[in-house]
């Protein structure tokens, strides 16, 4: 679904990512480790489209089609949706009008807010004074109400207390379980996701198929999620990076 080939990113004046490749298939959920700073989110963020993450080279595919410097409007369109990691306050802006309007045709948002106990934030503006699980559960209810084909996922466990982390891991899960209206084309089962996470609590409730570690601003290394986050606890990202590289050359499996 997603290809990202050889991807070179300046923001505010200097190159985050470089040379960066990794493919998302259509199906498959991915995880993204890395240390603070590696660069994780700025990769998110220009996948989405967000202004001021410059590509300098390389390219950004969806389903074949090349959308490296479309507009965030036509990637949403398209079936890309992202849970921020530090979304922005949105003064004037109440929950339950963005929600409307970036949502998909018939959906209802009293409905999806009640089974996220978010009733009572419809009426406030986005994000402001909402606490850090509040957050998190107005980004999920926005990405409910889109459905879209590939979700961007920043973090979602941080922060977050355990309850509210099980509500929102049975959400994601569903997400990637369930139809999705893209633009153009209606596809069962067809979803994917990329999922950053230091904690690995997301994969209690997702089944996570491809792990990459990021570092300096590209992939240091892939493999098997939970054997990354085995490896990364035990050896630290240091070690974890420097034998995935010294053991293999790894190759795509796909
Ligand atoms: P991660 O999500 O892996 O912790 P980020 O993608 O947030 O890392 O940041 C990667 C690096 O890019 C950091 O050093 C950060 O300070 C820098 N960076 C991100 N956004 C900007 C910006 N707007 N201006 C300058 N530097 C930035
Ligand atoms: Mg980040």
């Given amino acids: 679904m997603l290809e990202i080939e050889n991807l070179t990113v300046e923001v505010g004046g200097k190159d985050i990512l470089h040379d960066l490749s990794l493919t998302v298939m259509t199906g498959y959920t991915t995880v993204l480790f890395g240390p603070n700073g590696s660069g994780k989110s700025t990769l998110l963020m220009t996948i989405m489209g967000f202004s001021g993450y410059n590509v300098k080279s390389g390219r950004i595919l969806l389903n074949g089609e090349d959308i490296t410097h ?3 409007n036509e990637r949403a369109k398209r079936g890309i949706g992202m ?3 530090r979304p922005p306050n ?5 929950l339950k009008d963005l929600v409307r309007v970036t949502g998909r045709g018939d959906i209802d948002p009293a409905v999806l807010a009640e089974e996220l106990d978010m009733t009572a934030f419809l009426d406030r503006d ?3 004074g909402f606490s850090g699980g509040e957050i998190k559960r107005s980004e999920i209810l926005q990405l409910e109400a889109q459905n879209p084909c590939l979700l961007l996922l920043d973090e979602p466990e941080s922060g977050v207390d355990l309850v509210t982390i099980e509500k929102l891991g049975a959400k994601v899960h569903d997400l990637l379980q369930g139809t999705s209206h893209c633009a153009g084309w209606r596809q069962k089962s067809g979803k994917a996701a990329l999922i950053i996470t230091h904690t690995g609590q997301i994969l209690d409730y997702v089944e996570a198929d491809r792990g990459y570690v990021m570092c300096n601003g590209t992939v240091a290394c892939s493999g098997n999620p939970r054997e ?3 490896e990364i ?5 240091n070690e ?8 293999s050359n790894i190759k795509e499996n796909f």
């Fill in 90 to 94: 949105l003064m004037g802006v109440k």
């Fill in 126 to 128: 986005v994000n402001i």
């Fill in 228 to 230: 990354l986050l085995a």
């Fill in 233 to 237: 606890r035990k050896m630290g990202y």
């Fill in 70 to 72: 479309m507009p965030v």
């Fill in 240 to 247: 974890c990076i420097r034998c995935k590289i010294n053991r």
């Fill in 83 to 85: 849970m921020m990691q």
